[in-house]
Nanobody
Framework: QVQLEESGGGLVQAGGSLRLSCAAS????????MGWFRQAPGKEREFVAA????????AYLDSVKGRFTISRDNAKNTVYLQMNSLKPEDTAVYYC????????????????????WGQGTQVTVSS
Protein backbone atom coordinates (compact mmCIF):
# COMPACT_ATOMS: atom_id res chain seq x y z
CA GLN A 1 0.00 0.00 0.00
CA VAL A 2 1.35 3.38 -1.02
CA GLN A 3 0.78 6.51 1.02
CA LEU A 4 1.04 9.90 -0.63
CA GLU A 5 1.32 13.19 1.19
CA GLU A 6 1.17 16.55 -0.55
CA SER A 7 2.65 19.77 0.76
CA GLY A 8 3.51 23.25 -0.46
CA GLY A 9 0.07 24.70 -1.06
CA GLY A 10 -0.95 28.14 0.15
CA LEU A 11 -2.16 31.59 -0.75
CA VAL A 12 -0.34 33.50 -3.47
CA GLN A 13 -1.03 36.54 -5.59
CA ALA A 14 -1.66 36.23 -9.30
CA GLY A 15 1.63 35.99 -11.15
CA GLY A 16 3.34 34.29 -8.22
CA SER A 17 4.78 30.82 -7.86
CA LEU A 18 4.36 27.77 -5.68
CA ARG A 19 6.10 24.42 -5.61
CA LEU A 20 4.03 21.43 -4.57
CA SER A 21 5.67 18.27 -3.29
CA CYS A 22 4.25 14.79 -2.93
CA ALA A 23 6.15 12.34 -0.78
CA ALA A 24 5.46 8.63 -1.25
CA SER A 25 5.96 5.84 1.25
CA UNK A 26 5.14 2.17 1.51
CA UNK A 27 5.82 1.19 -2.07
CA UNK A 28 8.38 1.17 -4.84
CA UNK A 29 8.13 4.76 -6.00
CA UNK A 30 10.21 4.25 -9.13
CA UNK A 31 7.69 1.72 -10.44
CA UNK A 32 4.77 4.18 -10.50
CA UNK A 33 3.73 6.75 -13.01
CA MET A 34 2.77 9.88 -11.08
CA GLY A 35 0.18 12.54 -11.73
CA TRP A 36 -1.20 15.77 -10.37
CA PHE A 37 -4.90 16.57 -10.48
CA ARG A 38 -6.96 19.44 -9.13
CA GLN A 39 -10.52 20.12 -8.12
CA ALA A 40 -12.03 23.57 -7.78
CA PRO A 41 -15.25 24.18 -5.82
CA GLY A 42 -18.27 23.06 -7.81
CA LYS A 43 -16.15 21.54 -10.55
CA GLU A 44 -15.03 18.07 -11.46
CA ARG A 45 -11.54 16.88 -10.79
CA GLU A 46 -9.25 17.54 -13.74
CA PHE A 47 -5.89 16.28 -14.90
CA VAL A 48 -3.03 18.74 -14.51
CA ALA A 49 0.22 16.90 -15.25
CA ALA A 50 1.78 13.45 -15.33
CA UNK A 51 5.26 12.02 -15.46
CA UNK A 52 6.32 8.58 -16.57
CA UNK A 53 8.04 6.23 -14.15
CA UNK A 54 11.25 6.55 -16.10
CA UNK A 55 10.96 10.38 -15.74
CA UNK A 56 11.60 10.77 -19.42
CA UNK A 57 8.13 11.84 -20.50
CA UNK A 58 5.63 14.39 -19.22
CA ALA A 59 2.13 15.51 -20.13
CA TYR A 60 0.18 18.64 -19.22
CA LEU A 61 -3.25 20.17 -19.29
CA ASP A 62 -3.22 22.70 -22.12
CA SER A 63 -3.99 25.63 -19.85
CA VAL A 64 -0.89 25.02 -17.68
CA LYS A 65 1.64 24.28 -20.42
CA GLY A 66 4.56 26.65 -20.19
CA ARG A 67 3.65 27.61 -16.61
CA PHE A 68 3.75 24.32 -14.68
CA THR A 69 6.52 21.74 -14.58
CA ILE A 70 6.23 18.25 -13.17
CA SER A 71 9.36 16.42 -12.04
CA ARG A 72 10.32 13.51 -9.86
CA ASP A 73 13.22 12.44 -7.70
CA ASN A 74 13.15 8.68 -7.37
CA ALA A 75 15.92 8.77 -4.76
CA LYS A 76 13.70 10.90 -2.54
CA ASN A 77 10.41 9.17 -3.43
CA THR A 78 8.99 12.56 -4.30
CA VAL A 79 7.18 14.16 -7.20
CA TYR A 80 7.01 17.92 -7.62
CA LEU A 81 4.81 20.42 -9.38
CA GLN A 82 6.44 23.78 -9.96
CA MET A 83 3.74 26.34 -10.69
CA ASN A 84 4.69 29.72 -12.11
CA SER A 85 2.65 32.65 -13.39
CA LEU A 86 -0.28 31.50 -11.31
CA LYS A 87 -3.77 32.70 -12.19
CA PRO A 88 -6.92 32.91 -10.08
CA GLU A 89 -8.38 30.08 -12.17
CA ASP A 90 -5.62 27.81 -10.84
CA THR A 91 -7.28 27.95 -7.43
CA ALA A 92 -8.16 24.40 -6.37
CA VAL A 93 -7.26 21.53 -4.14
CA TYR A 94 -4.32 19.76 -5.77
CA TYR A 95 -3.91 16.00 -5.46
CA CYS A 96 -1.07 13.73 -6.40
CA UNK A 97 -1.70 10.20 -7.55
CA UNK A 98 0.28 7.07 -8.34
CA UNK A 99 -0.39 4.45 -10.98
CA UNK A 100 1.14 1.01 -10.59
CA UNK A 101 2.03 -1.29 -13.41
CA UNK A 102 2.52 1.52 -15.91
CA UNK A 103 4.64 1.07 -19.01
CA UNK A 104 7.86 2.99 -18.62
CA UNK A 105 6.82 5.68 -21.06
CA UNK A 106 3.19 6.20 -19.93
CA UNK A 107 1.86 9.56 -18.77
CA UNK A 108 -1.71 8.66 -17.80
CA UNK A 109 -4.34 11.39 -17.88
CA UNK A 110 -7.37 9.49 -16.62
CA UNK A 111 -7.92 9.83 -12.90
CA UNK A 112 -9.70 6.49 -12.71
CA UNK A 113 -6.54 4.75 -13.93
CA UNK A 114 -4.62 5.78 -10.81
CA UNK A 115 -4.43 3.48 -7.83
CA UNK A 116 -3.35 5.72 -4.96
CA TRP A 117 -4.22 9.28 -4.01
CA GLY A 118 -3.05 11.83 -1.50
CA GLN A 119 -5.30 13.96 0.69
CA GLY A 120 -4.72 17.12 -1.28
CA THR A 121 -3.28 20.57 -0.65
CA GLN A 122 -5.12 23.84 -1.14
CA VAL A 123 -3.81 26.37 -3.62
CA THR A 124 -5.46 29.78 -3.62
CA VAL A 125 -4.49 32.46 -6.12
CA SER A 126 -5.76 35.96 -5.40
CA SER A 127 -6.32 38.53 -8.12
Amino acid sequence: QVQLEESGGGLVQAGGSLRLSCAASGGTFSSYAMGWFRQAPGKEREFVAAISLMAGRTAYLDSVKGRFTISRDNAKNTVYLQMNSLKPEDTAVYYCAAQRGSPGWATPRQGRSYDYWGQGTQVTVSS
